[in-house]
């Protein structure tokens, strides 16, 4: 009895131990994660030495809240995290279109436009939503990307698109023009990871996934420097417009022989000041405008306060923003070359992604779960699903019931006028077989003559 007693008064003290160390690990990595937040990657760039933004090279990233395309009238750089490069500005390119400083150990390659050219996509669906997203970010990432990223419930930029094609049923004429600057890749093996997010590695415990564990990889990995980090970068300017019109307009502006792609280009240089490029018809386009929900233009990097679009694509080198970049998992970071002290690294590695299937594994999301009147069928994309309801609901959540009202039709049969009769068969005196035309058609009738 004694020894039972002794043995759980042991493992007491040893939880109770167990979790003051992980407390104190917990305080411990924080306070240096507080203390070192400032690193070079945070400098400012708008000093005149150096390439503007080009510190957006070696971030850490969360696709999980990011998107890479600003579709809102407003936009933050979201799902940009802490520095995991530490980057130097010693480096002038030679020969090149900038006399800037860019990071050691990238490379730029410059990518002048000559003309400002407009596009339109058609966005009212989850997949050209998810179309028109990928052609702003590279991935060289595993299968299943797409699944997760720039979730519904974490991503600004996703919610508000999603938001306005399925639950206001609208159709998203989404028109563009990219002035390229320049474009800037790291030569990763020739970088050295920030002291912050190596020690934030090499304190990780191991090698038992557990509450800890788990705790830690979203505390300090995940929430401070995402799952993926930032290899290249495009720099330069973009202006962007959207037009929403009511999907129950589109046939009726289709019979009018309007083509919504060449309206919003000519609606895309007139709202930005800009030379119009396409013939239009202004009366025309003015009618086809008292169809549209809302619309807004805005443009990105160079002088924003240029009234028109053709002189702010002058000024894009003098501030160029990020209009596309790539990234890549963390994961091929973690490995004896760079952690070659670590003897868990591996280890510590299958440990975070673990934690990052679970930590990307939420439930689909769909308009008030269907209300309950059906089945919330997964997109593939952004963790979205739609509703499939049941044959007497319907909606973007199923929350209207179909009318089952059903008309019945009584049909009174109205009785045949006779108009003439004829005997057709006579014995003696008596008829025994009439012929009688009604207004109907011709009948024959047995017996007594009937009345006409």
Known sequence: MHRVVFFLALLVVCGTGSALVNHQLLDRVNSYINNHRLSPNARSSSEG??????????????????????????????????????????????????????????????????????????????????????????????????????????????????????????????????????????????????????????????????????????????????????????????????????KSDISLLETHGYTRSHEAQAEFYISLNGATKIVYDKEKHNKFMTYVRKTYATTLGGDTSVQTIDEWSKTVPSNPVVTKFGISYIFDLLNKRRFPHDDQIFNKSKLIE???????????????????????????????????????????????????????????????TITSCQCVRRICSECLKWSCSGRRRRREVIGIRPKC
């Open 354 to 416: 673990k934690a990052l299937n679970k930590y990307i594994d939420n439930q689909l999301y769909c308009y008030n779960n269907c209300s309950g009147n059906g089945v919330c069928q997964e997109t593939g994309y952004f963790q979205f699903g739609e509703c499939k309801c049941k044959d007497t609901w319907k909606g973007f959540d199923c929350s209207q019931q179909v009318s089952t009202t059903t008309t019945t039709t009584t049909t009174t049969s109205t009785p045949r």
């Open 49 to 246: 030495i150096y390439l503007q933004n080009s510190n957006k090279i070696g971030l850490g990233y969360n696709p999980l809240y990011g998107s890479p395309v600003c579709y809102t009238g407003e936009c933050q750089m979201q799902g940009f995290a802490q520095p995991i490069f530490q980057l130097n500005y010693q480096q002038i390119p030679k020969g090149s279109c900038t006399t800037r400083l860019i990071p050691d150990y990238t490379f730029l390659d410059c990518l002048p436009s000559t003309e400002l050219q407009a596009d339109t996509e058609t966005i009212d669906t989850v997949e050209q939503l998810k179309e028109t997203t990928s052609k702003s970010i590279d991935v060289s990432a595993k299968g299943g990307f797409w699944k997760f990223s720039f979730a519904y419930k974490y991503s600004e930029q996703a919610r508000y698109m999603l938001d306005h094609i399925i639950k206001k049923n609208l159709e998203v004429l989404y028109t563009s023009a990219r002035v390229s600057y320049v474009k800037l890749s790291m030569f990763e093996p020739f970088m050295n990871l920030t002291e912050t997010f190596r020690y934030v590695i090499e304190q990780l415990p191991c090698c038992d996934y557990d509450e800890t564990v788990e705790s830690y990889i979203q505390r300090f990995i995940f929430s401070y420097f995402g799952f993926t980090y930032v290899n290249s970068l495009l720099l330069g300017g973009i202006a962007r417009q959207n037009i929403f019109i009511e």
